[in-house]
């Protein structure tokens, strides 16, 4: 049967190794759209930040790539130095978001609860909600036992200090007898 032939690029190795050290990287939203379908010729990847693309992994593998071919470095240094350049621009970018909200803050904007929070308040909810419905269960578990076998002796009651006293009525009745 006729297979295919397997392509390789260079890149893809590149890829491999940058996305198995930042695995979040792949969580972040891209867009991959093409304008006419040489966006790529475009591109200038002398310098890492390309003016129609967003800071992403392919940036530090094409910038990786160009050092390789133009720069003659091996291809650790490369990455090391696509990588050092990506983290300053990540930096940066970090530090114009939290000044962005800061400013936002201090001018009255309210952004509402943190996720976190949210979260939180909705598990404590869920929580209590699941504990009154055990406790709920285990109150007809009981008055299940109670009907099926009857008397005091058979059934267990929900207060400790009730069975205490439980237990200290039957061994008075015992010693009675």
């Known amino acids: 049967?006729?297979?295919?032939?397997?392509?390789?690029?260079?890149?893809?190795?590149?890829?491999?190794?940058?996305?198995?050290?930042?695995?979040w990287e792949l969580a972040r939203p891209?867009?991959?759209?093409?304008?006419?379908?040489?966006?790529?010729?475009?591109?200038?990847?002398?310098?890492?930040?390309?003016?129609?693309?967003?800071?992403?992994?392919?940036s530090v593998v094409q910038r990786q790539l160009w050092l390789l071919k133009n720069q003659d470095m091996s291809p650790s240094r490369a990455y090391d130095h696509?990588?050092?350049?990506?983290?300053?621009?990540?930096?940066?970018?970090?530090?114009?978001?939290?000044?962005?909200?800061?400013?936002?803050?201090?001018?009255?904007?309210?952004?509402?609860?943190?996720?976190?929070?949210?979260?939180?308040?909705?598990?404590d909810k869920e929580y209590e909600r699941w504990k009154s419905w055990a406790e709920q269960k285990l109150i007809e578990k009981e008055q299940r036992r109670f009907a099926r076998f009857g008397g005091v002796d058979n059934a267990v009651p929900a207060d400790p200090l009730i069975d205490e006293e439980v237990a200290s009525s039957t061994t008075d009745e015992d010693e009675a007898v």
């Open 82 to 123: 696509a990588r050092k350049e990506f983290y300053a621009l990540r930096l940066q970018e970090d530090v114009e978001r939290r000044v962005a909200k800061e400013e936002a803050l201090a001018t009255g904007a309210y952004f509402g609860k943190p996720a976190l929070e949210i979260g939180m308040k909705v598990e």
């Open 30 to 58: 891209r867009m991959v759209l093409e304008n006419d379908g040489k966006d790529a010729e475009k591109d200038d990847w002398s310098k890492i930040i390309q003016p129609h693309k967003k800071l992403s992994g392919e």
């Open 1 to 23: 049967m006729f297979q295919p032939q397997r392509l390789i690029y260079k890149e893809d190795a590149l890829r491999k190794t940058f996305f198995t050290d930042h695995p």
